[in-house]
């Protein structure tokens, strides 16, 4: 059915009439998007309990990530179908403007990512198993956006990434490295055996603490688990990639400061963090309930303000569409080992996953995702003349 032989009145992106039902409400929103209810398309979705409808009416978001995750609904190209939707400019009313605003209100009264709190992400989502993050990701053990410009495969996105982040802090051998949310030691591996710096990763999770720590045994590498607030020393350069989606805005100064402080004075900062266009807080309410609990993403006008009391902007560099590429690779390893991995975590999980994976990829393919690399330097008189590296 759709909104021209429903008989209902017609729809504009944004409203909804008295009359429509939740099943014409989305068959509305749909072809908005050049998509149909149980469409032919692969990005069309495919809906196998009618009480899908009420439920992401009355729950938004949350609603449409937990029907999928109960085998409610399907679609073959998830990712495109999500795409479409922003690129339609109908996903804030799909997954409700209210429900939206409630979980901005929350992250802007109350510091989700407090120190008493940094814990929560790490139990909840990293800690969930290592078998998993080594069949999904690269053999470096990167969660980050890989670099493609070059790339052919994600092993090759993952090595390039690392490096351009080691040309961009220009690594001296001997040097003192910071890694603010080290993962499970792909950069600390990468930059002690290829530059020959020490390198210092700390952690919130237990789980990459071990594996890091087995990853480089006999390398200048230290993997502590511990919260950036805690950290005492100073560094002749830092690093950090893919954990400032974990800060929060209430956050972002202590966090520049306390890197600040860590810095030495003629040293180089470089930022890997996924972006927002837009200044808001918190993040999709299913990402927050599901997948990253307490995460936010900074748009560049809120890094800029942040940076301002601190550091000098050097280099901006923005490749957001190479996560498009990374996430689908992740999601190619992950149904690959499936198999092996299915009897300890369920189908559940495995929807609940493929959920994240896919609708991830179409935020970062519509654009409306970024990825940016942010090189910074303290601020003070005598800082000689940076080139950026690409």
């Known amino acids: 059915m759709t909104a021209t032989t429903s008989g209902y009145k017609s729809y504009k992106p944004g409203t909804r009439t008295r009359l429509q039902k939740p099943h014409q409400w989305l068959a509305d929103l749909l072809q908005a998007a050049g998509a149909r209810i149980n469409g032919p398309n692969p990005w069309d979705p495919q809906i196998h309990n009618p009480a899908t409808y009420n439920r992401i009416l009355a729950r938004g978001s949350v609603g449409i990530g937990e029907s999928y995750m109960d085998g409610w609904w399907d679609c073959e190209q998830l990712d495109e179908l999500v795409s479409r939707l922003i690129n339609a400019d109908v996903d ?58 070059t790339a052919g495969d994600l092993n090759q996105a993952q090595a390039d990434k690392l490096e351009l982040i080691c040309k961009k802090l220009k690594l001296q051998p001997g040097e003192t490295v910071l890694d603010i949310g080290c993962g499970w030691g792909g950069f600390a591996e990468w930059a002690a055996r290829n530059h020959g710096v ?31 607030r805690q950290l005492q020393g100073q560094f002749d350069k830092i690093t950090s990639i893919g954990m400032f989606e974990h800060v929060g805005h209430k956050n972002y100064d202590t966090y520049l400061r306390h890197a600040h402080r860590l810095m030495k004075d003629d040293g180089i900062f470089v930022l890997h963090t996924i972006g927002n266009p837009l200044s808001r807080t918190g993040v999709d309410p299913w990402i927050h309930r599901y997948i990253f609990p307490n995460g936010e993403l900074p748009s ?19 490749f957001g569409p190479d996560y498009d590429k990374t996430l689908m690779a992740w999601h190619a390893n992950f149904e690959a080992a499936w198999p092996q991995l299915k009897q300890q975590y369920g189908e559940r999980f495995y929807r609940m996953w493929n959920y994240y994976l896919k609708s991830c990829a179409g935020g970062f393919r519509s654009r409306a995702l970024q990825l940016y690399q942010v090189v910074l330097r303290k601020r003070h008189h005598s800082l000689p003349r940076y080139f950026p590296v690409r």
């Open 92 to 149: 804030t009313d799909l997954v409700g403007k209210w429900h939206l605003m409630r979980h901005w209100l929350i992250a802007r009264l109350f510091n989700l990512q407090s120190e008493k709190r940094s814990h929560i992400v790490g139990e909840q989502h990293y800690d969930v198993g290592n078998d998993l993050y080594r069949a999904m990701l690269d053999p470096t053990m990167s969660y980050s956006c890989g670099y493609w410009q």
């Open 198 to 228: 020490h390198v210092t990763g700390i952690t919130i999770s237990r789980e990459q603490q071990a594996l890091a720590r087995e990853r480089c045994v006999g390398l200048p590498v230290e993997v502590a688990l511990q919260d950036y």
């Open 300 to 318: 560049l006008a809120q890094l800029s303000s942040a940076t301002e009391p601190y550091f000098v902007i050097e280099d901006v560099h923005n």
